[in-house]
């Protein structure tokens, strides 16, 4: 199953570059119905393992199976880079992490967590359930902020371009996407205080980019 099929536009972040789209709506996960349509052949009851050449992809494929209801889902970790070094190792042999259940320590729950990030990932916008068990179990782990930390930098560009202190238009999406959030999820105070801090952080950075930028300005100047 490809994973370019997860995404309404998986070339958004070239197509900004070139200026062949305004906005980066193309980055969101599809609907939900447009979703279950691209797996309608699995069976949400069997076990489903998920694989691609280095797990990173298959662990966000397993992500969205997740949240579609899938209640057996794990991901090959090693994948075709890990497996195709062992010509003689059998898959049960292989290390497996199953997404039906979230893991029970920090390191786990860390590990689940970059698994989401990637450059122009809006996973933990558009998988709002997923989203709030990492964040209810980091919570009853004593691990929260840390967590919340690598959740909000999967929310992030990868890398950012940045101009007389404006955030490039390509990369400036992040505020506007967990404002929506929160505005959605206003009733479920773990999302709503979790998205709410993810706009006040960005905001605080532009700010902060565009006084170094008015700083240096004036330095210059002088």
């Given amino acids: 199953m490809p994973f370019e099929q997860n995404w309404v536009d998986p070339d958004?972040?070239?197509?900004?570059?070139?200026?062949?789209v305004k906005d980066s709506a193309g980055m969101a996960l599809k609907p939900r119905a447009e979703l279950a349509k691209v797996f309608e052949k699995l069976d949400p009851a069997k076990e489903t393992i998920?694989?691609?050449?280095?797990?990173?992809?298959?662990?966000?494929?397993?992500?969205?199976?997740?949240e579609l209801g899938f209640k057996n889902v794990r991901v090959y970790d090693s994948s075709w880079l890990g497996y195709s070094s062992w010509l003689s190792a059998p898959a049960d042999d292989?290390?497996?992490?199953?997404?039906?259940?979230?893991?029970?320590?920090?390191?786990?729950?860390?590990?689940?967590s970059r698994f989401l990030s990637f450059h122009g990932s809006l996973m933990v916008f558009r998988l709002p359930n997923l989203t709030r068990r990492l964040l209810v179990r980091a919570r009853e782990l004593s691990g929260y902020e840390d967590v919340r930390e690598?959740?909000?930098w999967a929310t992030c560009p990868q890398t950012t371009s940045w101009s007389n202190g404006t955030l490039a238009k390509e990369d400036d999406?992040?505020?506007?996407?967990?404002?929506?959030?929160?505005?959605t999820h206003a009733n479920d105070p773990e999302l709503l205080s979790f998205f709410g801090w993810i706009a006040e952080r960005?905001?605080?950075e532009k700010r902060?980019?565009?006084?170094?930028?008015?700083?240096r300005m004036r330095d210059w100047e002088d």
């Fill in 12 to 20: 958004t972040r070239r197509k900004l570059r070139a200026g062949t």
């Fill in 50 to 66: 998920v694989y691609c050449q280095s797990g990173n992809r298959a662990a966000q494929s397993a992500a969205v199976l997740a």
């Fill in 94 to 112: 292989e290390v497996w992490t199953n997404f039906g259940s979230l893991p029970t320590t920090i390191k786990g729950l860390e590990w689940v």
């Fill in 150 to 152: 690598l959740l909000y």
């Fill in 173 to 183: 999406y992040v505020e506007t996407e967990a404002i929506k959030a929160a505005e």
């Fill in 202 to 204: 960005v905001q605080a």
């Fill in 208 to 215: 902060k980019a565009r006084a170094d930028h008015e700083l």
